[in-house]
């Protein structure tokens, strides 16, 4: 696809339960095609002015630059984090079979 319109989502989870909830309710929700959760990763960030060390999920979602908006915001609403990362990075290619698989399972923008 030249023109990719494809939005890989990075975030985090502080458990399993969490992120299963928060993925298959943007699934649901149709603004992502696909979330891959990653347990068992360690975290260290500053929070509040202090170090801190946790275990989260990883969690990766696919989507596109249409939904981006509303994936966002519903991210925040649900997500037990005051700040929950959000992070969107472009797709340099997807296969046109990924794409439009991807295309037909996000609700219409």
Known sequence: ???????????????????????????????????????????????QGELCRDNEVYIVMKSDAA?????????RELHPYQVPAFVALPASHVSDNYGQWLHDNLKNA
């Not at 890989?8 to 399993?16: E, H, R």
């Not at 928060?22 to 960030?45: D, H, Q, R, W």
């Not at 939904?67 to 991210?75: G, N």
């Open 1 to 47: 696809m030249t023109d990719c319109f494809v939005r890989v989502v990075l975030s985090t989870a502080p458990t399993q339960e969490a992120a299963e909830y928060l993925a298959e309710t943007l699934v649901s929700e149709g603004l992502a095609a696909c979330v891959n959760l990653f347990p068992g990763i360690k975290s260290i960030y500053r929070w």
């Open 67 to 75: 939904h981006l908006p509303q994936l966002e915001a519903r991210l």
